[in-house]
């Protein structure tokens, strides 16, 4: 006699007719294998990768901007004659009154020294503009000092500045609670404004009609009379 062969899974799972015992549940489908990309994060997320990338380039431009800006601020400040303008400023009995004493440096400052004067007798120009502020009021400081040239020269030949710096020109702008005033506290070489500026050429004169203005009065020369 042959042996009888194995139930399948029907015959195991359904019941027996007329019995109370439920089906037993069929079994869940196995999971579909998850997809992965072989692309790389920057590719797959273009827009993101882009919008970080400029982020990261407008930070770095930021912090190089700002160093800049500093090491130059304080390469002025570390400079003599700012040094020395900055204690004429200090000391300075008419500010006080303004803005109040002690009177402190601001984090802002600009100048610049250069060689000026005619070739024989050059000096060596500084010009400084800084901040300053007091107990009581802020100021605006303009600085002109000169000092003299060596007469040897420097290393290559060119004109070089020493001895000590003097203050030719400062003025304070004071800026306080009631207002603000100019206070000028040397005036013995003022900035001339304007004496640099090239003359106009024939064609600019003739397309603003600079030719047809009149020239300013000789100082020396008393003004034509009107009177009949």
Known sequence: MSPLPPPTPDAVSDPAPGSDAAPAPAPAPAPAPAYADPRPWYVRHRLRSLMLTFGAFLVLGAVAASTAFYVTVNRVKQAPPYKVALARVQ???????EIGAPIQAGWLATGSTQIAGPADAPFERGEYAFRVHGPEGKAGVRAVLERPVAADGGEAGQPVGQGAWKVVFLDVGTHDRAGGTVVTLVNDKPPVVGADLPEPTPEAKARYGLENLPLP????????STTP
């Open 91 to 97: 000391q300075a009995v008419e500010l006080q009154r």
């Open 217 to 224: 009065p000789d100082p020396g020369v008393p003004p034509p």
